[in-house]
């Protein structure tokens, strides 16, 4: 028995028949029974340079030295926490932007949410109330996050949510405009949007959407708030993908991959259009923030993690990995089990399941990914039919080969 509630899981079936993972060490993890593991998922998607980098952990260790925690609060800072919000920026698709920041993704979302309506209340439009999500989008799971939810059963079984969420198909442009048209296009606030849906499936967009979406955005007025949290730093071969498709979002909100989970942090970055008006003399206090927001020891694990990305051309690395995956796992469609699979932009892939396996046993993901972890690869079963794919950016080729050997004899196993 344990004492330890895991996130996400049906603690009947998980109590007493923990995975316990003990050690990391590059694109590889160990349980406390000393069998390794090919970390397939990056943990959670966010461990971009692999695990046991000493760079970061010295960085840790130097800075918590120096100060190992203070607030920013008001007119705190530290350093850290400034070079950190000024390199974001300059990462980010305008240098001129501002950055807020959080300790993970759900607050990012919230935070992105409320700068999103409270935006509208400093700019004379307090009408504008209603917020926009995609089905299959993931945008965590505080308040904000459960009522954007679009992936079914992630808001459900706990009463009332936040109220005015427009839940929009993720694919249609037609249906986005035809939203907007019965709401009231003065009525929106924001539009939510993963540039490639992680969680839900690893879902690109069709052609022609991201684009076509942001400029109907842009002709209501409201904001256009990018969930890079998988799709920032590096997973989609660039810092982020705004940047590459060239969306010009209002806010990004950001976690995962800009301290490669080292530490946990999050932040928004919000464009100069928004800011404004929350910086202008005499607007409100903005009440609103956490106390670790700008912490800084993880302030100096994440610019220790983002030298690192810089130094080992982690963008360039991951746009290259996007035509190697998808070549890799065209390799596994001859497998019985397997009936497709979802990738192409980025270092992100999801293996589709066969759907007639599927129909006569629900359960296949969750036993596909445990037969393949009894053969040394770590997946995860995502969105009731596939397993996902994207290992650390600094993976090597041969571990690559070694992922997909794994992946394919824990398939055999269980085919
Ligand atoms: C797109 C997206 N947004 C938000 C979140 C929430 O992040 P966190 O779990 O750090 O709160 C996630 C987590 O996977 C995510 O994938």
């Not at 029974?33 to 760079?55: F, M, N, P």
Request: glycine share 12%; hydrophobic share 45%; proline share 6%.
């Amino acid at each position: 028995m344990t004492s330890l509630w895991h996130p996400f899981s049906s603690m009947a079936a998980v109590d007493g028949a923990e995975l316990v993972i003990e050690r990391g060490e590059g694109v590889y993890v160990w349980d406390d029974t000393g069998k390794r593991y090919i970390d397939g998922t990056a943990s959670l998607w966010y461990c971009q340079v692999g695990h046991g980098r000493r760079e970061i952990i010295e960085a840790m260790r130097t800075q918590a030295l120096q100060l190992e925690a203070y607030h920013t609060f008001g007119d705190f800072a530290n350093p850290p926490a400034l070079a950190l919000a000024e390199r974001i920026a300059r990462y980010s698709p305008d240098p001129r932007s501002k950055v807020f920041l959080t300790s993970g993704g759900s607050d990012s979302i919230d935070t992105a949410a409320k700068i999103t309506r409270r935006y509208f209340q400093l700019t004379g439009e307090p009408e504008r109330t209603v917020l926009i999500t995609r089905a299959m989008s993931y945008h965590g799971m505080h308040g904000y996050g459960t009522a954007l939810a679009g992936i079914p059963g992630n808001a459900d079984g706990i009463g009332p949510l936040t109220p005015d969420v427009v839940l929009v198909p993720w694919d249609s442009v037609d249906a986005l405009g035809e939203a907007i048209d019965r709401t009231g296009a003065e009525r929106i606030a924001g539009f939510f949007c993963e540039p490639v849906i992680g969680v839900g499936g690893v879902r690109r967009a069709p052609e022609g959407y991201l684009k076509e979406a942001r400029a109907l955005i842009a002709e209501t007025g409201a904001l256009f708030v990018a969930d890079e949290v998988i799709t920032g730093f590096g997973r989609v071969g660039d810092w982020f993908a705004s940047r590459r498709f060239s969306l010009e979002p209002d806010l990004i909100a950001f976690a995962k991959g800009v301290t490669s989970g080292y530490l946990p942090a999050g932040g928004v970055i919000a464009a100069p259009r928004v800011w404004a008006p929350f910086y202008s003399a005499g607007a409100a206090l903005f009440r609103h923030g956490y106390t670790y927001s700008g912490h800084p020891t993880v302030a100096a694990a994440a610019l220790a993690n983002l030298d690192l990305m810089e130094r080992e051309q982690l963008c360039a690395r991951a746009l290259e990995w996007e035509t190697k995956l998808v070549e890799g796992l065209d390799t596994l469609l001859d497998h019985p089990l397997v009936a497709g699979h979802r990738s192409g932009v980025g270092f992100l892939g999801a293996i589709l399941l066969d759907p007639k396996r599927l129909a006569a046993d629900p359960d296949l993901p969750v036993k596909a990914f445990k037969a393949v972890r009894a053969r040394g690869v770590i997946s995860r079963a995502i969105a009731g039919e596939a397993l996902q794919v994207s290992p650390p950016l600094t993976i090597t080729d041969g571990e690559f080969e070694e992922m997909l050997a794994g992946i394919r004899r824990g398939l055999d196993d269980l085919a």
